[in-house]
Nanobody, 120 residues
Framework: QVQLVESGGGLVQAGGSLRLSCAASGNIFSINTMGWYRQAPGKQRELVADITSGGITNYATSVKGRFTISRGNAKNTVYLQMNSLKPEDTAVYYC??????????????WGQGTQVTVST
């Protein structure tokens, strides 16, 4: 059993900042990638940013220069620092982890989601 615990969402004014956290626990032998996706009402879920076990990062064009993804010292945690937030960043943000368990099976796990609302 694997759990992803997210925190850090909330309501902020445009131009403000929020920091999302996600901690993974359970039968995780090797993490390939950790990342954040978001889904706004009426839209498809989209990648915001992800980071590989080697530290390679990937960002959506719309957040480059404003958001920073990083891994914690424990390597099973991922953070998303969101600065200069815009109303169009309003969405439910989901943590995602791609990993292998001790039997080397591959999994793609999602967190429960955390709401980020940016007001004008």
């Amino acid at each position: 059993q694997v759990q992803l615990v997210e925190s850090g969402g909330g309501l902020v004014q445009a131009g403000g900042s929020l920091r999302l956290s996600c901690a993974a626990s359970g039968n995780i032998f090797s993490i390939n990638t950790m990342g954040w996706y978001r889904q706004a009402p009426g839209k498809q879920r989209e990648l915001v940013a992800d980071i590989t076990s080697g530290g390679i990062t990937n960002y959506a064009t719309s957040v480059k220069g404003r958001f920073t993804i990083s891994r914690g010292n424990a390597k099973n945690t991922v953070y998303l620092q969101m600065n200069s937030l815009k109303p169009e960043d309003t969405a439910v943000y989901y943590c995602n982890v791609k990993f292998r368990d001790s039997s080397w099976y591959e999994y793609n796990y999602w967190g429960q989601g955390t709401q980020v609302t940016v007001s004008t």
